[in-house]
């Protein structure tokens, strides 16, 4: 029996990294997994690989969330799971960042992830049987500290840290059974930090240095982030809303490289 039988799920960004391996995890649990992104050759062949639906959808367009929620609840009956995943890095101090970079980061990781919980939030009240659901937003340790180099990527973990918070208490006082949860990586070995070492000229020295910054000595893996999703989207979380999941190998627990 898998932990997600006969749950309908979304995952946003999930042609590569964590949204993969989150879609990967669900599938091989049991549910019925809508994958989506901008990278539609990837993310179609995914989808064909591991048994899933493929939709492309651009995170920060309203009305596509509107079409794309309407058109699950119309062929699948329901919607159980959200993993708002889809997020962009681009990294500039608060002395470089223009409007269109804050415009562009915050567009698609802070109001892609609220376009998310509000048009779940609509469908999972609307589930025949009575209102279920669960949210999972993907912030970041970024949600609790702040990147130098990340102005605008840091404002937009944070702000999706408390968003999830006010949906969470919402969601449950207005229907009790649907749930809103953030989770925080650390350094994850994702094609988004590849991008990051590739452009430092060192990628091998920044592997290294990203892993000598989590206490367990090397970087966290999306399948240890899609875990932790698992978990979070099953109803073994049934009592867990509004909760922070930090997946950092004790990244942000440590006073420092002592
Ligand atoms: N990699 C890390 O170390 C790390 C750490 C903390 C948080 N995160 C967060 O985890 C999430 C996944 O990141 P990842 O490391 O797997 O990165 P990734 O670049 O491998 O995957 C991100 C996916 O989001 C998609 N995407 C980008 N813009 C989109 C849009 N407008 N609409 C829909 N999809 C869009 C991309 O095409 C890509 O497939 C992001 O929200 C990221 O901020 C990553």
Redesign the pocket.
Known sequence: MGRLDGKIAIV??????????TARAFVREGADVIL????DE??RALAAEIGGDYQT?????EARWIALVDDVVARKGRLDVLV??????MGATIEDTDLALWNKVI???LT?VMLGCKHAVRAMKANPGGPAGSIVN?????GYVGLANGAA?TA??GG?RLLTKSVAVHAARAYKTIRCNS?????????????AFDASGDPAGMRTF?SALQPIGR??T?DE?AAACLFLASDEASSVNGAELLV?GGWLAAPGPI
């Not at 989506?36 to 990278?39: A, G, K, L, R």
């Not at 993907?138 to 970024?142: A, D, E, P, V, Y």
């Not at 994850?188 to 590849?194: A, G, K």
């Open positions: 946003t960004g999930a042609a590569s990294g964590i949204g993969a391996a989506t992104d901008v990278q990837k993310g959808q651009d995170v920060s367009d708002n995943n889809a997020g962009v890095f567009a698609v990781n892609g993907i912030s970041s340790i970024t990527y937009s973990k999706v989770v925080h990586p650390g350094a994850i070995d994702t094609p988004m930090n590849q991008a990203f970087m966290t999306p982030i950092d």
